[in-house]
């Protein structure tokens, strides 16, 4: 059974931080490319950042550049964000996914709330 299980979520403050965890299971994790996602209250869904099947290389959205970290353990089967210099305009609901060719797997999602 896959899964994909987000973890890390929660209430910070303005230029805090917080470090979300993506672990996967049930699946070939390291044939796998990662992304995270977030979803805000009335937006589309749109692309974080993401990292490759090794690690190799990484994507990130502008608006989170220079302050948000990709990073994997495939020893694990987990993905990380560690997010930094938080903004209120980082509020969304938070969601890893796993894509290999056509195939794609998507997490719950974990709510991030940025307020003081």
């Known amino acids: 059974q896959v899964q994909l299980v987000e973890s890390g979520g929660g209430l910070v403050q303005p230029g805090g931080s917080l470090r979300l965890s993506c672990a996967a299971s049930?699946?070939?994790?390291?044939?796998?490319?990662m992304s995270w996602y977030r979803q805000a209250p009335g937006k589309e869904r749109e692309l974080v950042a993401n990292i490759t099947r090794a690690g190799g290389s990484t994507n990130y959205a502008d608006s989170v550049k220079g302050r948000f970290t990709i990073s994997r353990d495939n020893a694990k089967n987990t993905v990380y964000l560690q997010m930094n210099s938080l903004k209120p305009e980082d509020t969304a609901v938070y969601y890893c996914k796993a894509r290999w060719y056509t195939v794609a797997y998507w997490g719950q999602g974990t709510q991030v709330t940025v307020s003081s």
């Open positions: 049930g699946f070939r994790f390291n044939i796998y490319d």
